[in-house]
């Protein structure tokens, strides 16, 4: 079996930072990617707010090019999947693609979230038929046509800002009175005139033969003026927040109640000594690009301390 020193499960900002420290400190560490490669970045229109950029710079660039200053210095970035993992002070066995097995010393895990559905049976339904959760991904089939954005968060008013440029006309359902998005972001959505906010509004349905052609709303949810409606729109896109993507870890982890990863204090270590956990996936509270990479730095070098202290 394949032994490696670092492996590194997971390809954001966290699991390349952490790439980049850890090579750095020749810990030659092995980093598979996982489902999405750059991680949920690449689905991110412009980042206006890590340090350095002052004109922003597009997700995907930034994660091209964290990806090649991990590489530079040495990580073996590798395509795959992890499927199964075993996780063991010392001798984590980790499955790639439900084949490979690797034994690795310590592992760092930054396996992200990903994005929450509403829950309701037409999600699934018409899932690729009008059903999204990734503005960016497929904001481009909806040009010209009408869509309904759910959330009231900074993502969702970034997504009802990008489908604005593309479509006729975005609604932004949001099931409070209020935005929890910041104070810039919403006054963006307030003064675009594309975009329509349906305050205290949620959705619950969709209807249409061969796709999407609607949405069915409950406005006023239990008050007296509680009141359904229809309105015909071509896609829905979910942007409600996301869930840790820590399922696999679960047996041998502590999470939260949420299914975060429980670290100890503000250090990226878990109840497993050898093991590390950066990024989204251990962090219910900031979940930016910029305290993700920290962490996945973080990570790296409590990785190389334990090495060391173990004498491994
Ligand atoms: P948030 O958790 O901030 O917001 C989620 C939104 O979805 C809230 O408005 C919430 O409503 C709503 N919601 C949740 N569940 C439901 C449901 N079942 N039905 C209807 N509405 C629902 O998530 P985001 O993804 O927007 O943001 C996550 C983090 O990432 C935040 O810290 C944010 O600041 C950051 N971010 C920053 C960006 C930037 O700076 N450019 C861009 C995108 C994200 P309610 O308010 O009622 O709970």
Redesign the pocket.
Known sequence: MEKVRCLIIGSGPAGYTAAIYAARANLSPVLYEGVLPGGQLTT?T????FPGYPEGISGAEMMEDLRKQAIRFGTDVRFGIVTKAELIPNKSIITIDGEKEVEATTVIISTGAS??Y??LPDEAKYAGMGVSACATCDGFFYRNKEVIV?????????DAMYLSRLCKKVYL????D?????KV?QSRVFNNDKIEILFKH??IGLFGENGVEGANLLKNRGEVNQEEYSIPVDGLFL????HPNSDLFKEYLNLDEQGYIVTLGCTPQTNISSVFAAGDVADP????AITAAASGCKAAIEAERYLIEEGL
């Open positions: 991110t412009e980042i206006e707010n994005a929450k509403l829950g759910v959330g009231g968060g900074d993502t969702a008013c970034e359902a949001v099931r409070k209020k935005l929890r998005a910041s972001m949620e959705v942007a409600i927040g996301h509270r900031y979940r930016q």
